[in-house]
């Protein structure tokens, strides 16, 4: 199993960025599909954004299009959410997760059970 660290969440003002960034463990992170969840209290999770294995394809929820984006660093195991024009309504905890595909669709964008390996999460806050 591979293990996810988020960080790079905060408190920040209406229309402010935040880079959120995710850490794997492991040789493995090129063989994972990965993806950006988010909660927010008394919601259900919600799919933002999911990336191939070798970045050459990415989903994103609408509520995030065109203000999110997700990367991925294979050499350095890492995965980032770059988030602009932030509001208030993305006030949530964040997570990232992995899972070992075979293929790649939009479904991972959707469906939060098809990944294994999620972190703790980390939480950001925008204020008005």
């Known amino acids: 199993q591979v293990e996810v660290v988020e960080s790079g969440g905060g408190l920040v003002q209406a229309g402010g960025s935040l880079r959120l960034t995710c850490t794997a463990s492991?040789?493995?992170?090129?063989?994972?599909?990965m993806g950006w969840f988010r909660q927010a209290p008394g919601k259900e999770h919600e799919g933002l954004a999911c990336i191939s294995k070798s970045s050459d394809n990415t989903y994103y929820a609408d509520s995030v299009k065109g203000r999110f984006t997700i990367s991925r660093d294979n050499a350095k195991n890492t995965l980032y959410l770059q988030m602009n024009s932030l509001k208030p309504e993305d006030t949530a905890m964040y997570y990232c997760a992995g899972d070992r595909a075979r293929s790649f669709d939009f479904a991972y964008l959707l469906h939060r059970e098809m990944y294994e390996d999620w972190g703790q999460g980390t939480q950001v806050t925008v204020s008005s």
């Open positions: 492991g040789p493995s992170f090129d063989d994972l599909v």
